[in-house]
């Protein structure tokens, strides 16, 4: 079936016996401003799906639609250690002290493309970043906040935000 206009979704689904399926859905514009929230659920570190994308990740599309009802884009995730993760859909990178990182493998999430990209050096219009735990008790000191993905780019949260966000998490 033909899509309509405009920017679509496309997701491609193969299953375990080999059974692909497509979908598509309109890809909504990015809100301005761009708004985060925090999930009460946490993520096992060692979770063994936490590092594939998959189909399975209800507690993800859950925490996201509640938070798109909100008015959020996305709602990050932490693990049972405090340590952030990453976002329902996106990767999360942090200015903290002038330097820029995000979570590194160990804690329990997914290397997207667009977190690779960022961390191999392939994205020279955003400053140069490392992989670090980042303990929620340090988001509050934090300078910036980028989340983003490969479908829609990297976005740095504005300093409103930021500053939003911070108030209302912590």
Known sequence: RPLREGTHLLRLQI???SHIEWRSSPL????EPLLL??????L??????ARYKTTRREHYDQALQHAMREG?????????YDELCEGARSCVFVELDS???TPPLSCGLLDSVARRRWLDG??????PARERVIRLNELPHATRLWVGNALRGIHALSDAA?????KSVF
Request: net charge negative; charged share 20%.
């Open 99 to 101: 330097e820029v990182f």
């Open 15 to 17: 299953s375990h016996d």
């Open 72 to 80: 959020f884009f996305d709602v990050l995730f932490a693990n049972e």
């Open 122 to 127: 392939q994205c020279p219009e955003l400053p």
């Open 162 to 166: 930021l500053a939003q966000f911070k």
């Open 37 to 42: 929230t925090f999930s009460a659920q946490r």
């Open 28 to 31: 909504h514009a990015i809100p």
């Open 44 to 49: 096992r570190r060692n979770h063994p799906l």
